[in-house]
């Protein structure tokens, strides 16, 4: 049987070219004319993600950088505006090497929740809106995390992705014992052809402290502090579950939430204004183990939500509970989207059942007055 063309190809140079360490360049160029041929396989415009490190693509001028990007926040876009105008100079892909679980829950000493802005398929959805061709998924063990830097740089980076530019920040670690570095990158990059370009100072510098400010504000209630910092609003999602139903009898009937991820951040005490997204359980688990991305279309409903321990009603323990304005159906099990849109008083005790009610018309109002005048 005849062989495909780049299969011809690569028969050739093996022949020729006994140590791979010193010919990436050249194996690089050969990955591109594989991909270039009409044998290569069709790429949709979606982000693709992959989850195995045994059956990545071949990527054309592979243009990658590295990070956990929780958030995918205005600092995060800044690199990844760099990641995307350097593809498009080298004629190449944008790819994101990221980590599942993340590192800090594998190698950090945490004394505390780790609180993470995004949950994984949050990220992937919104690094998708990114414009990112290429979504890798490592998963993050203690043997990964201890194998030497130079073994990092040539069994990992170089063997599985045969980067054109490597972009990262200065001060970005990896390895064991985090020995490995820029400089060893800038050392080694002319034994496997790679390039290597530095994320500048001020992004980064941008980037950590978005992230914490975040963090900060959405702890505290400052929610449009927080969606600035983002450059959307910030969401999470849970599973409805049983209440006690007090609200129901008020008048003011609530979706009890459940958190879906254990990770996620959750705000601070206090009522909010907020939007609220119906989704279906199935399209989910679709979204979650899918090798690109999609958006489903969904209906955007308006509510205001309580965190908090309900002081008034009993104080026993904390909950989530969504009151979705004009809204009468059955949905237990079903799971959420709940999108911050301002807050609007702390959580407080009242005197009784008749001075809550008041406060929840008055909040009502108050939530409409927010919601249709942003």
Not at 61 to 89: C, M, P, S, W, Y
Not at 235 to 257: D, H, M, Q
Not at 327 to 349: C, H, P
Not at 361 to 374: G, Q
Request: glycine share 6%; proline share 4%.
């Amino acid at each position: 049987m005849a062989k495909k063309p780049c299969l011809a190809i690569w028969a050739n140079v093996s022949e020729r070219f006994k140590k791979p360490k010193r010919n990436w360049r050249f194996n690089r160029l050969v990955f591109t004319l594989c991909r270039n041929t009409k044998h290569s396989p069709k790429f949709a415009a979606l982000m693709q993600v992959h989850r195995s490190l045994d059956h990545l693509p071949l990527f054309t001028n592979a243009i990658l950088t590295i990070g956990t990007f929780d958030g995918v926040h205005t600092g995060h876009q800044q690199i990844l505006h760099q990641l995307k105008d350097e593809a498009r100079l080298q004629q190449g892909e944008s790819v994101i090497i990221s980590f599942d679980p993340h590192p800090r829950k594998v190698v950090g000493q945490l004394n505390h929740p780790i609180q993470l802005l995004n949950s994984l398929p949050e990220k992937i959805e919104l690094l998708d809106q990114q414009g990112i061709d290429h979504l890798v998924i490592v998963p993050f063990t203690i043997k990964f995390a201890s194998q030497p830097a130079k073994d990092y740089v040539e069994k990992f980076l170089v063997e599985k992705f045969h980067p054109h530019t490597i972009i990262i920040g200065y001060d970005h670690q990896f390895g064991h014992n985090r020995e490995g570095n820029y400089q060893l990158l800038e050392v080694m990059k002319e034994d496997f052809g790679f390039r290597v370009k530095e994320i500048p100072e001020h992004v980064l510098h941008n980037s950590i402290i978005s992230s914490t400010k975040i963090r900060q504000a959405l702890l505290s209630g400052n929610v449009d502090e927080a969606n600035e910092c983002l450059g959307y609003d910030y969401f999470f999602e849970g599973k409805v579950v049983e209440g006690n139903k007090v609200g129901r009898t008020i008048g003011y009937p609530t979706a009890n939430l459940e958190i879906t991820d254990d990770d996620k951040l959750v705000p601070g005490n206090g009522v909010y204004a907020v939007e609220v997204e119906l989704k279906d359980e199935k399209e989910i688990l679709e979204h979650q183990h899918s090798s690109s991305v999609a958006s489903s279309p969904s209906s955007v409903l308006q509510g205001m939500m309580n965190i908090g321990i309900r002081p008034t009603v009993d104080g026993a323990h904390r909950v989530i509970e969504v009151n979705i304005f004009d809204f009468d159906q059955d949905i237990y099990g079903q799971t959420l989207r709940v999108y911050l849109k301002a807050r609007i008083r702390s959580e407080v005790k009242f005197s009784g059942i008749d001075a809550l009610k008041e406060q929840l018309a008055a909040d009502k109002i108050t939530a409409l007055h927010l919601l249709n005048n942003r």
